[in-house]
């Protein structure tokens, strides 16, 4: 059985960081590329970042860019995402998502590209 597990969420300033931290267990062989959605009530779940599985290509929403890392753990089937310099907007709960594939590649942000979803860890930022 296949699970996805997230944290490190929690309530930050504006201004201040943040680290999720996701873990993959359950897949056997065949390592896939992750990413990180986001939601809010009332919206779309957005994509926020996708890493493929070598760990060398790493996409971004616009609006996170310069501000959060994605990488890949030391272990297999694991990820982080380092957010710095958060913002009223990036309050959201937060989704670790293991891709059908290996690589991100330009329909990353779409969600029927993925098979197994964590259940959400919330970030909220603060005045």
């Known amino acids: 059985q296949v699970q996805v597990e997230e944290s490190g969420g929690g309530t930050v300033q504006v201004g201040g960081s943040l680290r999720l931290s996701c873990t993959v267990s359950?897949?056997?062989?065949?390592?896939?590329?992750m990413a990180w959605f986001r939601q809010t009530p009332g919206l779309e779940r957005e994509g926020v970042s996708c890493i493929d599985t070598s760990g060398l290509y790493a996409y971004y929403t616009e609006s996170v860019k310069d501000r959060f890392t994605i990488a890949r753990g030391a272990a297999n089937d694991t990820m982080i995402l380092q957010m710095n310099n958060l913002k009223l907007e990036d309050t959201a709960m937060y989704y670790c998502a293991n891709s059908r594939s290996s690589g991100c590649f330009t329909s990353w942000s779409k969600r029927s590209g993925y098979d197994y979803w964590g259940r959400g860890t919330q970030v909220t930022v603060s005045p």
């Open positions: 359950g897949l056997g062989r065949g390592r896939r590329a």
